[in-house]
């Protein structure tokens, strides 16, 4: 599967942006899906992660109650609705695949993969 990530922007402190990622071929729907984010100088981090039928999710404690996401497999299309964003929000944000053999739950980067290009979300104070 490959991916691109979009709708980043400028956002100030408190509202809200919500991210899409865009999936080609036909196995989308089989997979379990994630969201990560990389800020300058810093390690790419899990944000949250998402069941192949959308009936399960689960988040890092720093984006819980803040983020949610969702997917439309009719539409081949992930999404990330980020809400009451803070500063330490901006990063890139990018989209990916869970590997079939690793285990839901995982937060670790590389039980990801098929990696796309990122989305920069900026929030202003």
């Known amino acids: 599967v490959q991916l691109q990530a979009s709708g980043g922007g400028l956002v100030q402190a408190g509202g809200s942006l919500k991210l899409s990622c865009a999936a080609s071929?036909?196995?989308?729907?089989?997979?379990?899906m994630g969201w990560f984010r990389q800020a300058p100088g810093k390690e790419r981090q899990f944000v949250g992660a998402?069941?192949?039928?959308?009936?399960?999710?689960y988040y890092a404690d720093s984006v819980k109650g803040r983020f949610t996401i969702s997917r439309d497999n009719a539409k081949n299309t992930l999404y990330l609705q980020l809400n009451s964003l803070k500063p330490e929000d901006t990063a890139v944000y990018y989209c990916a695949a869970l590997r079939p053999t690793m285990r839901w739950g995982t937060t670790l980067r590389d039980d990801f993969g098929s990696w796309g290009q990122g989305t920069q979300v900026t929030v202003s104070s």
């Open positions: 071929g036909r196995t989308f729907s089989s997979y379990h």
């Open positions: 998402i069941s192949w039928s959308g009936g399960r999710t």
